[in-house]
């Protein structure tokens, strides 16, 4: 053999093992049998509309017809408890492996406009996958023949796996419903299973940054996390300090929360668990002061013309976004304050456009929504390179928001502008000599944006203007515009990350938002979003969400903090303008436009009345450029 084919099939092999070269060996486990059916499973073959509960699987304990359902929901499906869904799966084994494992989801379908985003979690340690759409609803009807297959391969490096009890999850994070067909776990030669014992443990206790209200009076949360593979039994946690909880202790796992009173410092706790009265296990828990967040969701579209879809779409899809927001709207207007539902077009080109062709009835169910703080208007007509704009391109950019303005009688004093980063200071003069005091600012996450989120990121800043004369109030919003793309608000799991990100960060205000947009670029109004804050609220006294329009959260905060904030002056150098440089022979020809137009009116100044003026014809020509 020569040395050249010696190297080759090392390669092979390597690239055999990376690819789990033994998976024609049998599983070390599975539920269900990989047979293009879900008849072996629970409510199969369509028994969706009786789920009640997330399954949690014990291997060598649990029947896949009894305990794992065909069906797992996702947080938008209306037949099962709003949120995320967990599956859970215990197995023990007798050694820890010395080579990767292999989780393998063999699923019949999934939801076809809405797919669901999954996490699977070993042992804690967790990684997502976004599902592929499915072929529709038959298959949870009950003909899994007319699915569409996807396989999942989860590899699992050894050291996420011990010998003993281990735990695995996949949870519904975003989406609608997948369908099983079978899962299996592979291991290499020689990883062995033993039975699971019959075990009652605290996995892990955490104080929650949250406080709630008791009897009148505030009192902080503990949440604990529960396994139990035995039977049901009267369990009770007590947490050092007098306060307990007695609740059923149900087979699987299960959260429990607890109340304590407020601590005014860093503090650690002794919980203990009791099961029928008898210590099943111990914990400590950090508790921390928990502050009075409030923080508001600016719920919008991202406006983007011709990115994702060609103008005339993307037009149609905002008008029915407006339509849709009215609607959800009225049907929430006696909700708590802070909790009705609101909705930002973002920018103002689709607005212009439904306000000409609206028909009378819906122009003043428009006027009405914005007159009732449902519909809120912000300056900008779209996220403009503003670097691009000349001075006069600039002012054009608020021309509808001024016309707007005089037609509703009503001042539009903030703009927003998304996924852009940075901005040419010339902006600044332009939006406060249009009435504009605030500016809600939501960059890319991460492309091509240099320091414009890690310098700039919840660091709120009044924006002088060249002159000195003007300033705005200036936020750019440290989770950026898209951080809910993915996953909509259906667990307090983002909320409370984000609020220890800004304590960690020494954050200095009581006060925070974040941009709360779902569904991508031109994505539509959260039909949820109103009951998901209503009954936050109703669980949390702090942190409070609020759903407001940004100039309802920047006067709040400007009437609180205002005066202690940096006045900034400078250019926010742009980093996106370099994109001309793709449509230099388009760029030419609409500045030269630009330059006419500004000619034209120059021109018509001098030689005819201001009375015979074509403002809608130079309106055009400006929406155009």
């Known amino acids: 053999m020569t040395k050249k084919s010696t190297v080759w099939i090392a390669v092979l092999a390597m690239s055999l093992i990376a690819a789990g070269s033994w998976a024609g060996d049998a599983p070390l486990w599975k539920i269900g049998d990989r047979d293009n059916r879900t008849d072996g499973l629970a409510l199969a ?16 304990k649990s029947n896949p017809k009894k305990d794992w359902p065909y069906c797992q929901p996702g947080p938008d499906d209306a037949w099962a408890k709003p949120g995320p869904h967990t599956f859970t799966i215990l197995f023990e084994l007798k050694n820890a492996p010395e080579a990767p494992c292999h989780l393998i989801l063999d699923l019949a379908d999934t939801q076809s406009a809405i797919p669901p985003r999954i996490a699977i979690t070993v042992n804690g340690k967790e990684k997502t996958f976004g599902l592929k759409p499915g072929a529709g609803d038959a298959s949870i009807f009950g003909d899994a023949s007319k699915g569409t297959e996807q396989v999942v391969d989860r590899t699992i490096s050894p050291d996420q796996l011990v010998a003993g009890l281990n735990r695995i999850t996949i949870t519904t994070q975003s989406g609608s419903w997948l369908l099983y067909d079978g899962l299996e776990f592979r291991a290499p030669a020689g990883v062995k299973l033993s039975a699971v014992k019959s075990v009652t443990a605290l996995q892990s206790v955490e104080g929650v940054s949250a406080l ?27 947490v050092e300090g007098g306060s307990e909880k007695k609740f059923d202790l149900v087979q699987g796992d299960q959260t429990v929360e607890l109340t304590i009173p407020p601590v005014d410092k860093p503090t650690q706790l002794g919980v203990h668990l009791l099961v029928n009265g008898k210590e099943a296990g111990q914990a400590k828990v950090a508790v921390a002061p928990v502050r009075k967040w409030e923080l508001y969701l600016l719920h919008h579209t991202h406006l983007d013309i011709g990115y994702t879809h060609v103008q005339s779409d993307v037009e149609k899809k905002q008008w029915d976004h407006l339509d849709k927001a009215i609607e959800l709207a009225r049907a929430s207007k006696d909700y708590p304050e802070g909790s009705r539902f609101k909705w930002l077009p973002e920018g103002l080109w689709a607005v212009d456009s439904y306000v000409k062709q609206a028909s009378p009835e819906k122009k003043a169910a428009f006027i009405d929504a914005v007159n009732q703080g449902w519909v809120g208007l912000d300056a ?7 670097a691009l704009c000349r001075p006069e391109e600039l002012l054009e950019l608020t021309g509808c928001a001024r016309r707007l303005s005089r037609e509703l009688a009503r001042p539009i004093d903030s703009a927003m502008i998304t996924d852009v980063p940075g901005y040419t200071w010339g902006l600044i003069p332009v939006l406060a000599q249009s009435g504009v005091k605030y500016f809600s600012i939501g960059p890319n996450r991460g492309h091509r944006i240099g320091r414009t989120l890690t310098a700039w990121g919840d660091k709120p800043f009044y924006w002088l203007s060249p002159s000195g004369n003007e300033k705005v109030l200036c936020w750019v919003a440290a989770e950026g515009y898209s951080w809910f793309h993915s996953a909509p608000l259906r667990s307090d799991k983002k909320v409370f990350e984000y609020l220890d990100r800004l304590e960690k960060l020494d954050y200095r205000f009581d006060v925070a938002h974040l941009r709360y947009n779902v569904g991508g670029d031109n994505g539509p109004p959260d039909a949820q979003i109103a009951d998901i804050v209503r009954t936050w609220n109703e669980k ?15 006067s709040a905060f400007e009437q609180r903090y205002g005066k202690d904030l940096p006045q900034v002056s400078g250019d926010f150098t742009p980093y996106w303008e370099d994109g001309a440089a793709s449509t230099a022979r388009e760029t030419v020809i ?24 074509p403002a809608a014809k130079v309106q055009d020509a400006w929406r155009d450029i």
Not at 380 to 386: M, Q
Request: charged share 15%; hydrophobic share 40%.
């Open 45 to 60: 073959p369509n028994g969706y509309g009786q789920y009640a509960r997330d399954a949690v699987f014990v291997v060598g």
């Open 212 to 238: 709630v209200k008791e009897n009148g009076e505030l009192r902080q949360l503990v949440r604990a996390n529960l396994i139990n593979t035995g039977a049901s039994a009267q369990g009770t946690l007590v």
């Open 380 to 386: 900008l007509y779209g996220s403009e390179l503003t």
């Open 540 to 554: 949390y006294a702090y942190p409070k969400l609020i759903l407001a329009t940004p100039h309802e959260f920047f």
């Open 590 to 613: 609409n500045r030269d436009a630009a330059e006419k137009v500004v000619q034209g009116n120059a021109l018509w100044a001098m030689m005819h009345p201001p009375s015979i003026y």
